[in-house]
T-cell receptor, first 114, second 115 residues
């Protein structure tokens, strides 16, 4: 079965420190991977995607993600966290069964402390 | 500006009542989706549609119904058969084919509460 796992419910990091939000996936065929961010009572905003090409993908607001095929991971990273990065982050993979359905992880809450 | 609009932002439903959540997009996207969000459970797919007058059930379609009479609109009805409807509902749209690699555009959501 195709799935996405975000093993951490919450990640805490001090402002200015690097952050990592983890994501692993299981999908048949080549993975199409996405990261979204959600602020309270808002919809999801697109951060970045991996379709093909370089394993290090750069996205919005200074975020980047590293695709690792052997570990089936797509971890979200940022070199220096900001308090304003505090939000709920979702990893998603495109369902290989077609219809452009996205399968989402359960989400990871990022808390950046001053 | 192009976008996707959900209304209302907050909705209260009495026991046994049907309610309809609106979703409208002006992005000329072919596909539209409804997700339900509960704390700690991520997003679960309710229904999706690729073309007008056609839609498919997602993972948790029981107690919900949709229509797609226009490309721009994909309303969701939460029926009295849905026993636990209190949740945050998100509508999304996307292109199809190669252009679909850009993912979804989401609305701002509707928070439904049973009173």
């Amino acid at each position: 079965a195709q799935s996405v796992a975000q093993p951490e419910d919450q990640v805490n990091v001090a402002e200015g420190n690097p952050l990592t939000v983890k994501c692993t996936y299981s999908v048949s065929g080549n993975p199409y991977l996405f990261w979204y961010v959600q602020y309270p009572n808002r919809g999801l905003q697109f951060l970045l995607k991996y379709i093909t090409g370089d394993n290090l993908v750069k996205g919005s607001y200074g975020f980047e993600a590293e695709f690792n095929k052997s570990q089936t991971s797509f971890h979200l990273k940022k070199p220096s966290a900001l308090v304003s990065d505090s939000a709920l982050y979702f990893c998603a993979v495109r369902d290989s069964g077609g219809y452009n359905k996205l399968i989402f992880g359960a989400g990871t809450r990022l808390a950046v402390h001053p | 500006d192009g976008g996707i609009t959900q209304s209302p932002k907050y909705l209260f439903r009495k026991e046994g009542q049907n309610v309809t959540l609106s979703c409208e997009q002006n992005l000329n996207h072919d596909a539209m989706y409804w997700y339900r969000q509960d704390p700690g459970q991520g997003l679960r797919l309710i229904y999706y549609s690729q073309i007008v007058n056609d839609f498919q059930k997602g993972d948790i379609a029981e107690g919900y119904s949709v229509s797609r009479e226009k490309k721009e609109s994909f309303p969701l009805t939460v029926t009295s058969a849905q026993k636990n409807p209190t949740a945050f509902y998100l509508c999304a749209s996307s292109t199809l084919g190669q252009a679909a690699n850009y993912g979804y555009t989401f609305g701002s959501g509707t928070r439904l509460t049973v009173v």
